[in-house]
């Protein structure tokens, strides 16, 4: 048997969207089960994110902490943010968004990994990419706002947040993920081998 995830759509016999916010929805889908009954099932719709965990030269990870209002809590994470645009290419968002949290630029991207961050309730995918061969962005820093405001930047050794999330000490979803397979990379093929930066990402397809 063949461990993969494949792509399935059950019938939906209705749908509505009783909330539609600033970024994000909430839809309601009647599901057909497969011994035939109908279940509501209610979940957020979500335009997609990428993230960034970006490893300088001392094997450091770029991380910031930033106050988030649902958990209550503030939260160390790497450079993240939501693909703004419809089919917008991942690859340029997470550049951008490396840039506007942390001014910073990288010369080699891969993907690290993809994931679905809670598929019970939300349709959220997420892609995670590996940036090396970090350097200071030229030109203005990005105005920052809100949360981020209040942000702080930090470069702490992988090993060290290796630690933390197995501590029960780091809980960003990004982070965690990222960290983890970074070691599980390095353990494997090494990161030379991961996927390049314009692998194909059929959760949220986009044009090179």
């Not at 340029?92 to 910073?104: D, F, G, N, P, S």
């Not at 993907?111 to 970090?134: K, M, N, Q, S």
């Not at 990161?191 to 390049?196: G, I, V």
Request: charged share 30%.
């Amino acid at each position: 048997m063949t461990i993969k995830d494949t792509p399935e759509v059950w019938e939906i016999r209705a749908t509505e969207t009783p909330f539609t916010g600033n970024k994000t929805s909430v839809r309601t889908d009647d599901v057909v089960m497969p011994d035939g009954t109908v279940v509501h099932r209610d979940y957020q719709v979500h335009p997609g994110s990428v993230a960034v965990l970006a490893l300088d030269d001392a094997d450091r990870v770029l991380v910031l902490r930033q106050y988030r209002h649902p958990v209550r809590h503030k939260l160390w994470e790497i450079p993240a943010g939501l693909l703004d645009v419809p089919g917008e290419n991942p690859l340029h968002a997470a550049q951008r968004e490396l840039y506007e949290e942390a001014h910073v630029k990288a010369e080699d991207w891969r993907v690290l990994t993809d994931v679905y961050t809670t598929p019970g309730g939300c349709d959220e995918a997420v892609r995670i990419f590996l940036a090396r061969g970090l350097s200071e962005a030229e030109g203005e820093r990005f105005e920052v706002e809100h949360e981020e405001a209040d942000m702080e930047l930090a470069r702490v050794p992988a090993e060290e947040l290796v630690r933390g999330v197995l501590a029960g000490e780091l809980h960003n979803n990004c982070l965690v993920v990222g960290v983890l397979s970074l070691v599980a990379a390095r353990a494997g093929d090494g990161l030379d081998a991961l996927r390049p930066a314009q692998a194909p990402w059929p959760a949220r397809p986009f044009e090179a």
